[in-house]
């Protein structure tokens, strides 16, 4: 039987990579968007193109609590069962300290933090034993983020559910792990201005950011490797090792 793997955010960027990399190894998916609709089918085609791989797209904004029902609902609908589940979609808010207001930073917090917990507890049961929980951290989430504090801090909280959701996930018999990538080309990064962009690839020793091919083979590896639990890998490039 193949494997299904469930991607949030997985229609653009990291979460994109992933679904390619599991794709070409033998896993079906289903990928879950937020807005940009025609990005997401063209994804879904382009996978699709690779042959053998079927490819449902579902629309759960991760700041919307309903959309924890909407996906149990899909996935009960169908008599699904996960064997991964990547909880990849993040947001941020770049607002100064001064101008931050507890509105976003609930919703940063909500997206980031709240939305998987409660999603896992409601679709628990419906991953294999022996499957896996991987999540998007972030290596902002270990150094200071010099823009977000609420980024910053929340990818910290994902840090931290991974190791303490070892010991919850334990009964389910399902491995958590997570990745901290440093900076990788994606359209997240694309509105920084060059003159920061220079400045990180000057604090990275590879000089560069991460392509989202090379970050997603990391993915697979946790996801696949039986005996990671509790981990979260950075993948950052030697960052500030220069
Ligand atoms: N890029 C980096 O340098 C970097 C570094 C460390 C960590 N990360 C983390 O990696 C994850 C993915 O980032 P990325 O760079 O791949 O971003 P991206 O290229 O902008 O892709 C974002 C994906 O997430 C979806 N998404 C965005 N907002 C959403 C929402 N509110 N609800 C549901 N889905 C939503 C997007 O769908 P729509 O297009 O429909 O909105 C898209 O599929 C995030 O958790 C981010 O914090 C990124």
């Known amino acids: 039987m193949k494997k299904l793997a469930f991607i949030t955010g997985g229609t653009k960027g990291i979460g994109k990579a992933v679904a390619f990399c599991l ?4 896993y079906d998916l289903i ?6 609709e025609k990005a997401a089918r063209q994804t879904q085609e382009d996978l699709q193109a690779q ?5 449902d797209l579902l629309r759960a904004d991760i700041t919307d609590k309903e959309s924890v029902d909407v996906i149990y609902q899909y996935l009960t609908d169908k008599s699904l069962t996960l064997d991964a589940l990547v909880f990849n979609a993040g947001l941020t808010c770049r607002d ?16 980031n933090v709240h939305f998987p917990v409660f999603l896992l507890q409601r679709i628990v049961s419906r991953i294999r034993q022996q499957g896996s929980v991987l999540f998007t951290g972030s290596l902002m989430g ?9 980024y910053g801090v929340t990818k910290s909280a994902v840090h931290s559910l991974v190791k303490n959701l070892v010991k919850f996930m334990s009964p389910y018999h399902i491995r958590v792990n997570g990745v901290a ?4 080309d994606t359209e997240w990064q694309k509105t920084k201005p060059v003159e920061i962009r220079k400045s990180i690839e000057s604090k990275v020793s590879l000089g560069r950011f991460c392509e989202p091919e090379e970050l997603a083979e990391v993915y697979k590896m946790l ?20």
Request: glycine share 12%; aromatic share 16%; proline share 3%.
């Open 51 to 55: 042959g053998g791989i079927a490819v």
């Open 23 to 26: 794709g070409k190894a033998g």
């Open 181 to 184: 990538p440093g900076f990788v």
């Open 31 to 36: 990928l879950t968007y937020s807005s940009d």
């Open 223 to 242: 996801i696949e490797n039986k005996y990671f639990n509790g981990e979260v890998v950075v993948v950052d490039g030697g960052y500030s090792f220069k």
């Open 96 to 111: 100064s300290f001064e101008d931050m207001v507890l509105e976003d930073w609930e919703k940063v917090f909500f997206a």
């Open 142 to 150: 270990i150094q200071p983020h010099s823009v977000s504090l609420v």
